[in-house]
């Protein structure tokens, strides 16, 4: 396959999730472990994180790595959170605009996704149950999509939109009822999707004409389900270490990165190993424990790309 393999700030427990304070690694040692493990790109991670306009040109430049997307959280189901909203996802384009100057090889995808609820969130994989949505609210969640996605192409890009659990868009069925509602094609997350009770060899032969990006974790199964049956949402699934090295939990990964070579897949791979960094952790064992997974996460895709 064609693709391109980038790695992800949320590997390292920098994202949306890290607690206001929390030390974290700086982007240049991120990026510097990644380029040496082989890398060719980075997701965006939190806007700012890696820098704005030429700092974050430079940065990518002097790693050599490009940008591969980027996380946007929206709130499609509420108009008027869904408005306020609107000035973080312009800011956040502006961001991919300054990475895209330089003429990358492969142009970032904005990561758009659904805000969720509080009751989601807490019930991961079970928001069907927890909070269902109403057949409005699901109308404003599609047509909100589509302002975003418009926005998003104007601005240059290609949408791709990431099913997510917590969100009003985890389960199968409602990842079929997106695509079926909306002009935005799937970041497929092997890793959320097993949350919500999917497969995901079974997701590429579904969804495979509508993937146009691939977040690809590994899930230790038996971790994962003892959070969950003890009422854990996603701040907990994150800190628990459920989300593994590549080859050390319970995907089958040849089989899915076969048949993405089959389909000729063409765009980025991003390996995400979500993880949260303890209170009781030194940085600098964490750096060394995440530095060392990027490169058996690397190693495990040498076959395909």
Known sequence: MRASVAGAPVSFGVFEMTPEGAETIGPDDMLELLAGAGYGGVDLGPVGYLGRSAELQARLRRHGLELAGGWVQLPFSDDDAFAAALPALRDALRVFSDAAEDGPERLPLPTLADDGSVARRAAPGRGGEVDALADDAWGRLRTNADRAAALVRAAGFEPTFHHHAGTFVESPVEIDRFLADVDVDLTLDTGHLLIAGGNPLDAVHRWGDRINHLHLKDVDLAELHRVLAAGGGMPEVWS???????????????????????RGFDGWVVVEQDVLNGPDVSLLEFRAARGADQIVNRDALRDWV
Not at 250 to 255: M, N, Q, Y
Request: aromatic share 8%.
């Open 240 to 262: 628990s270490g459920s989300f593994v090295a590549l080859g050390r939990g319970d995907i089958d990964l040849a089989p899915v990165m076969d048949a993405f070579d089959e």
